[in-house]
């Protein structure tokens, strides 16, 4: 009798069981085909996560989830343009335009780990989620680590390297204005791997895969219709410091494949920087994407030889990568130069003759150096900076030996060489001509005494 209640409790404690087990079948079930369901392995924990995005940030900036959950974040961008975020730049969320959410699931995370935006330059501006994996090992590149561009070693510049065979200089000569009142012209933007010293790449931001961009030259009253082409894998904009036009219409951001019209009319002489503008502008600016517009004073005298000269620097990523954003924010620049490449001009002289006249061009893209242009062996009998002539013959007989120009500023200055010979081109910030900031003018046959004549 005893045994046979034994027995009985036992059966009842054992469907007791089986029932609880099947209604925790059932919830977790449930729990599944609702989109909730628990990780197949670890903590069986999922941990859903709201990220917003803006320029140029991530909030929160770090999150904690504990080891062996799945992680799912519901992104939304509340920027200005197209972000997305990205476990180790690899698995989350396609592009989301501005006002737009995406889910990203990440899966069972096991360490520490970095999301981004994989917009070039948005995650070294900041935009970077901190995930931090509690009860798991530590991790190398969790929990606040390195966002600097690039973990890859930065290419390196050999400032005594020759071009390879049928290298070619950028063209310094400056054409005269064309004619006509109204000047048409588009610009294509895009992303292109460009040498910018001997055997260093970069890809560099451009507008019509050159560094400088085109130039462009007219006259006061002049009417400039200027159409942008977005070719490349990002937003571009385009700014003319000539215009006097309203920012958020005409230098507005312009998404891949799109191209919007900047017309603005001429008021004002002088040679004026354009730029992208596009955030970060420091990452654009310094990665190549600028160039100079003449705009004649009333009163130009005619010369024999006219030249532009962009100074700008390098900020060197990866070979073969971008410019390293963190460089730029610390104006820790690589090399300085000359129209985009490094000592171009002492690799391939300018060649004139004695006695010509000569106006130089000089603009300063930076985006942060200043400059001191001078050309050692003359003294500069004109100097025009900023719209207005800071020197001009006359029976004083005065003389420049530098045109100093902060970054975006701008101007020219006129000489003659008075004999055969080599004159270095530099800014007389002599840290900077070591640096790639130098160049030569050839004055008629010169006999080769270790620079190369042409």
Same mark, same amino acid.
């Given at each position: ?79 200005? #343009?197209?972000? +997305?975020? $990205?476990?180790? /730049?690899?698995?989350?969320? *396609?592009?989301?335009?501005? %006002?737009? !959410? @995406? ?23 900041? #935009?970077?989620? +901190?995930? $931090?994996?509690? /009860?798991?090992?530590?991790? *190398?590149?969790?929990?606040? %680590?390195? !966002? @600097? ?306």
């Amino acid at each position: 009798m005893f045994w046979a209640f034994v027995a009985a409790i036992g059966s009842a404690f054992a469907i007791l069981v089986a029932a609880i087990a099947a209604v925790a079948a059932v919830s977790l079930s449930d729990r599944d085909s609702a989109g909730g369901g628990a990780a197949t392995s670890g903590s069986g924990e999922t941990k859903t996560v709201a990220v917003a995005l803006s320029e140029f940030k991530v909030e929160p900036a770090s999150i904690e989830v504990a080891a062996g959950s799945e992680l799912i974040l519901q992104v939304t961008n509340n920027g200005t #343009m197209p972000h +997305d975020l $990205k476990l180790d /730049g690899q698995t989350g969320t *396609d592009m989301i335009d501005p %006002g737009g !959410t @995406a889910t990203a699931k990440l899966g069972v995370m096991e360490e520490s780990a970095q999301a981004w935006c994989t917009v070039p330059g948005h995650k070294e501006a900041g #935009m970077v989620l +901190d995930i $931090k994996v509690t /009860g798991a090992a530590p991790s *190398d590149n969790g929990g606040g %680590g390195d !966002t @600097a561009a690039g973990a890859d070693t930065a290419a390196t510049i050999d400032f005594q390297a020759e071009p390879a065979a049928g290298w070619q200089p950028y063209d310094p000569t400056l054409q005269p204005a064309p004619g006509g009142v109204e000047h048409q012209v588009t610009l294509h933007a895009g992303e292109t791997e460009i040498e910018v010293a001997p055997g260093v790449t970069q890809t560099m931001w451009t507008f019509e895969d050159s560094v400088p961009g085109p130039t462009l030259r007219g006259r006061i009253g002049d009417l400039f219709t200027i159409t942008l082409v977005n070719d490349g894998q990002m937003d571009h904009s385009i700014d003319f410091h000539a215009s006097e036009v309203a920012w958020n219409d005409e230098m507005r951001s312009i998404g891949p494949g799109e191209q919007l019209v900047y017309q603005f009319k001429a008021e004002h002489s002088g040679i004026f920087m354009y730029h992208c503008g596009t955030a970060p502008a420091l990452h654009h600016i310094g990665n190549g994407m600028y160039g100079a517009l003449v705009v004649d004073p009333p009163d130009l005298a005619p010369v024999d030889h006219e030249y532009l000269f962009v100074q700008s620097e390098l900020y060197l990523g990866p070979q073969g990568q971008p410019g390293d954003l963190t460089k730029m924010q610390d104006a820790d620049w690589d090399a300085v130069v000359f129209n985009g490449y490094v000592n171009q001009y002492s690799h391939a002289p300018i060649r004139v003759e004695p006695g010509q006249t000569i106006r130089a061009w000089v603009l300063d893209a930076g985006p942060s150096e200043n400059s001191s242009f001078h050309i050692v062996g003359t003294v500069f009998d004109t100097v025009y900076k900023e719209g207005e002539y800071l020197l001009r013959p006359g029976p004083n007989q005065g003389g420049s030996q530098a045109l100093d120009l902060q970054p975006a500023q701008g101007g020219f200055v006129e000489f003659t060489l008075a004999e055969n010979g080599l004159y270095p081109i530099v800014t007389h910030k002599f840290a900077n001509v070591g640096q790639g900031a130098l160049g030569l003018f050839q004055a008629g046959e010169v006999v080769q005494t270790g620079a190369a004549a042409h």
